[in-house]
């Protein structure tokens, strides 16, 4: 009996991690997608930018599911991951082509809010 329990425990985290997993992968695919066509990355720069969104969406789903009851500390450990993550692109990218990003970020964001 104890095997079974421990067994459909195993199960219920390993499903949990997986969902959890495929959100940060769906994420960074889509990412790097607009990267690419918006900065015209070669497939060397897409792969590292891949590799690099895909530890930040991981990393950032970790943030909030061990930080649930304390939003203040959520939001402060997921700002520091996004700045941190923004430096490695900046290494990848150069700063002229970050810079672009940012200003494609922040496009986006303002038609955003004035389609709400």
């Known amino acids: 009996m104890k095997k079974v329990i421990f067994t459909l425990l195993v199960m219920c985290i390993s499903v949990t991690a997986i969902a959890q997993n495929k959100k940060a992968v769906k994420s960074a695919k889509n990412t790097t997608t607009k990267m690419t066509t918006e900065l015209s990355l070669t497939k060397d720069e897409a792969k590292k930018v891949y590799d690099i ?4 969406f991981t990393r950032n789903i970790e943030i909030k599911k061990d930080n649930k009851g ?6 402060k450990e997921i700002k520091t991951s996004n700045k941190n993550a923004t430096k490695e692109l900046t290494l990848i ?3 002229e082509r970050a810079t672009k990003w940012k200003s494609y970020l922040a496009a986006n964001k303002k038609k955003k809010k004035k389609n709400k």
């Open 70 to 75: 304390d939003k203040a500390s959520a939001k």
């Open 93 to 95: 990218l150069g700063n």
């Open 53 to 56: 969104m895909l530890a930040k």
